[in-house]
């Protein structure tokens, strides 16, 4: 049983930056593929990013592609969101979310993972 605590949300202004951090335990963090999704007050959740095991492969939704990295530290079981450039629509709780690498087929669909934490709010003001 894997448990995910998300931290480093808060409010930052248009432009500015922010890095989230999720710290897993309960597994053997290698072994899972890592994401990290987002929802606002009254819309779906959305993708945002998601890494695989080795940290080599990352995925990233069109809307933060060039402003969001996605990383991860294995000998600290940790995945983190670098988040730049931040504009107010990419305000939302975060979640980050894990599942075993060999199980996830679509690594944008929050269906396929199995594990969540318990979020994070980041608010941007214009």
């Known amino acids: 049983q894997v448990q995910l605590v998300e931290s480093g949300g808060g409010l930052v202004q248009a432009g500015g930056s922010l890095r989230l951090s999720c710290a897993a335990s309960?597994?053997?963090?290698?072994?899972?593929?890592m994401g990290w999704f987002r929802q606002a007050p009254g819309k779906e959740r959305e993708f945002v990013a998601a890494i695989k095991w080795s940290g080599f492969t990352t995925y990233y939704a069109d809307s933060v592609k060039g402003r969001f990295t996605i990383s991860r530290d294995n000998a600290k079981n940790t995945v983190y969101l670098r988040m730049n450039s931040l504009k107010p629509e990419d305000t939302a709780a975060y979640y980050c979310?894990?599942?075993?690498?060999?199980?996830?087929?679509?690594?944008?669909?929050?269906?396929?993972?199995?594990?969540w934490g318990q979020g994070t709010q980041v608010t941007v003001s214009s």
């Open positions: 979310a894990a599942e075993l690498e060999s199980r996830i087929l679509r690594y944008p669909s929050w269906e396929e993972y199995g594990y």
């Open positions: 309960g597994g053997t963090f290698s072994d899972y593929a």
